[in-house]
């Protein structure tokens, strides 16, 4: 039986190591809000960049002072498709949290952590463990319904979970950035230009050209293929679908779907409630 957030009882600490953003969160009990947010570049962190060290540092000393204040029980989760960063969230977190003998983690998620979702997938060892922790979230909310989950970053992922609870899969596509970037660092005479708006479908200028491209071309990807997996799911199960949406391009995305939910910070309320439903 799916818990309601009344229930909750643990603190939970949600950290998504993604390859442009690590995301850090703190969610105290009967909450799917955060209490402590914080978002720092990827690549910064990489580079052991000084002032993004201290960014850490400063999360990691303020939820240490969060939770000694607190008697609940407490958690921390971690979303990471970037292994090369584990080692340094741990080091983190044994500085500042693990003096704390009432504190559980880090947990990674993997396709093989108790799940609300079963998963139906033919490599599950190489699942992303955001992909786990949004289609978690997605069933954990919404569950009862066929979903499409969309997180639209770096990469954009389309995820799908049956009414049943099971996971069958997805779609994976390039994001906007990383087509932006893609062809201008190869092509020798393309001039830098933005994800807007065009004027009108086709341009009369090189950047107008790439600007309407790069927007219509996402505009008709992103409804064409939720109408094909609405239509494979409808053929498969008889019902119809619910799409949410979340990442930093869901905002440019989502206006491009006919009917969508907009969640914010998906895959850190993921990693929270799978830390509520787990027995640890």
């Known amino acids: 039986m799916l818990k309601k957030v009344g229930d909750f009882k643990k603190n939970i600490v949600a950290i998504d190591l993604g390859n442009t953003t690590i995301s ?41 002072s969060l939770i000694k204040s607190s008697a609940e029980k407490n958690e921390i989760w971690v979303s990471s498709v970037v292994p090369s960063l584990n080692e340094v969230i741990k080091n983190f977190i044994s500085t500042f949290i693990f003096d704390n003998p009432s504190f559980k983690g880090p947990c990674f998620v993997n396709s093989e952590t108790h799940l609300p979702v ?13 992909r786990i922790a949004f289609v978690s979230f997605a069933n ?5 319904e066929n979903i499409i989950c969309i997180d639209a ?43 807007i708006k065009p004027a009108s479908i086709i341009g009369n200028s090189t950047r107008s050209c790439l600007e309407a491209g790069l927007y219509h071309g996402f505009k008709a990807q992103t409804q ?3 109408d094909m ?25 989502q206006p491009f779907i006919n009917e969508s939910i907009l969640v914010q910070n998906g895959v850190l309320r993921g990693l929270r409630l799978i830390g509520e439903w787990t027995k640890t």
């Open 153 to 195: 970053g770096t990469a954009i992922t389309y995820d799908i979970v049956t009414y049943l609870n099971t996971y069958l899969g997805g779609l994976i596509l390039p994001g906007i950035g990383t087509v932006k970037s893609a062809l201008i660092q190869n092509t020798a005479q393309l001039p830098p230009y933005e994800f």
């Open 224 to 226: 064409g293929i939720i």
């Open 140 to 144: 954990l909310e919404f569950g009862g």
């Open 118 to 130: 079963k998963i139906y997938y033919e490599t599950p060892h190489t699942l992303g463990s955001d």
């Open 24 to 64: 850090l969160s703190f969610f105290m009990p009967h909450s799917l809000e955060p209490v402590l947010l914080r978002k720092l570049s990827t690549p910064r962190i990489k580079e052991h960049s000084p002032e993004l060290i201290k960014e850490l540092s400063d999360f990691f000393s303020s939820l240490s």
């Open 229 to 253: 997996i609405q239509s494979y799911l409808q053929g498969i199960t008889g019902k119809g679908s619910k799409v949410i949406i979340t990442g930093g391009d869901a905002i440019n995305l």
